[in-house]
């Protein structure tokens, strides 16, 4: 379900912008919107103000649910350029973490799932290992980890993207 809304953003987000995205700039995506995450908690006074977090001037990043969601949609994305099998998912515990672990462990991740894209598309050099199963191993890590967050915050995942589809608003032409 969360897939099939997930194209329907790209549609929009596609037509308004006309630009389409491949894997990696897709996993890039993903990094900037756990970025744009890790900023929101900490504003909320969920982390320690002492993380020098470099706010962009005029940028308020302090809704939770709605970086969850753009890191829900961004994720999403992976899945479809990935052409994830439904086979290949697997499920990573992270519960009983609290959402500074998790936030820190998710931005490691990003790293690691951007590293091993790089390696896929022959960027960076293989080391001879299952690139693929390391891949998909890190990507659902980190989906059960915004999961997590998501519970954490009493977050409704397929409510939130309705009201993205719904709303739509950055993605409408004139706006």
């Given amino acids: 379900m969360l897939k099939n809304k997930a194209y329907k953003l790209q549609r929009q987000f596609i037509e308004r912008f006309h630009q389409t995205w491949n894997l990696r700039e897709s996993v890039e995506e993903l990094a900037i919107q756990i970025g744009h995450l890790s900023q929101s908690i900490i504003n909320n006074g969920k982390l320690e103000k002492s993380i020098d977090a470099h706010n962009q001037p005029n940028r308020i990043l302090e809704h939770i649910k709605d970086e969850l969601c753009d890191c829900f949609l961004s994720i999403c994305s992976v899945y479809i350029f990935f052409d994830i099998k439904k086979d290949e998912e697997t499920c990573n ?5 609290d959402e500074k672990t998790l936030i820190v462990e998710l931005a490691i991740l990003a790293g690691q799932l951007l590293d091993s894209c790089l390696i896929i598309e022959g960027i960076k050099p293989s080391f001879k290992r299952d690139e693929r199963k390391i891949f998909l191993h890190t990507y659902f890590t980190m989906v059960n980890i915004l999961e997590t967050i998501a519970k954490i915050e009493n977050m409704d995942i397929e409510h939130e993207f309705d009201k993205m589809i719904t709303n739509g608003s950055i993605y409408k032409k004139g706006e």
């Fill in 93 to 97: 515990h992270t519960e009983n973490k």
